[in-house]
């Protein structure tokens, strides 16, 4: 069964902490993707990644960085936690190649609550 | 640029009746379209995708979704209301395998 496992399901932490989420794919997929989802704002998407070292920014990249030193592997990462920053995080992969919808295969997402 | 717009944040219907979810997408060129499910407190799954083959896509949980290029539409689409169908449901489009773009959301009531 192919899987996209996010590390923490729910997270509390306090303004100014460093924060990582980490996110681990076993489909062998190129493509990783970072979303935050809040309520009646839908989906968007922070940073995405084709490739191993590879990232490019989303529609939303302030306050946020990206790792991605293995294929399987894809890190999120907030430098100096915000409260504007509390929300639902979900990653993502797709392939890559001539056969790719562009479908995106999710995580469970993790919610992080900033105090 | 591409887009997608969900009529409706909120859907509200009864048990047994139909469901329709409307969605709307721009897109420069010919799209790939899906519709994702999202059960509280879980990620987002597939529930059917039009991938250019037959307009008319089956998926799962008796749901299905009609392309229409003319009117560009890809209205989800269930016969019979269940109890387990309420979740918010997302439409995305994807023009030909670049990155998804995904509408609001509609959240879906089923009242008993």
């Known amino acids: 069964d192919v899987k996209v496992t996010q590390s923490s399901r729910y997270l509390v932490k306090r303004t100014g902490e460093k924060v990582f989420l980490e996110c681990v794919q076993d489909?062998?997929?190129?493509?990783m993707f970072w979303y935050r989802q809040d309520p009646g704002l839908g989906l968007r998407l922070i940073y995405f990644?084709?490739?191993?070292?590879?990232?490019e920014k989303g529609d939303i990249p302030e306050g946020y960085s990206v790792s991605r030193e293995k294929k399987e592997r894809f890190s999120l990462i907030l430098e100096s936690a915000s409260t504007n920053q509390t929300s639902m995080y979900l990653c993502?992969?797709?392939?890559?190649?001539?056969?790719?919808?562009?479908?995106?295969?999710f995580g469970e997402g993790s919610r992080l609550t900033v105090l | 640029a591409q887009s997608v717009t969900q009529l409706g944040s909120h859907v509200s219907v009864s048990e047994g009746a139909l469901v329709l979810l409307r969605c709307n997408y721009s897109s420069s060129v010919p799209p790939y379209l899906f519709w994702y499910v999202q059960y509280p407190n879980q990620g987002l799954q597939l529930l059917l995708k039009y991938t250019s083959a037959a307009t008319l896509v089956k998926g799962i949980n008796g749901f299905e979704a009609e392309f229409k290029k003319s009117e560009t539409s890809f209205h989800l689409t269930k016969p019979s209301a269940h109890m387990s169908d309420a979740a918010e449901y997302f439409c995305a489009v994807s023009p030909r395998a670049q990155k998804l773009v995904f509408g609001q959301g509609t959240r879906l009531t089923i009242n008993p």
């Open positions: 993502a992969s797709s392939l890559a190649g001539g056969t790719n919808t562009g479908e995106l295969f």
């Open positions: 489909m062998d997929h190129e493509n």
């Open positions: 990644s084709y490739d191993v070292k590879m990232k």
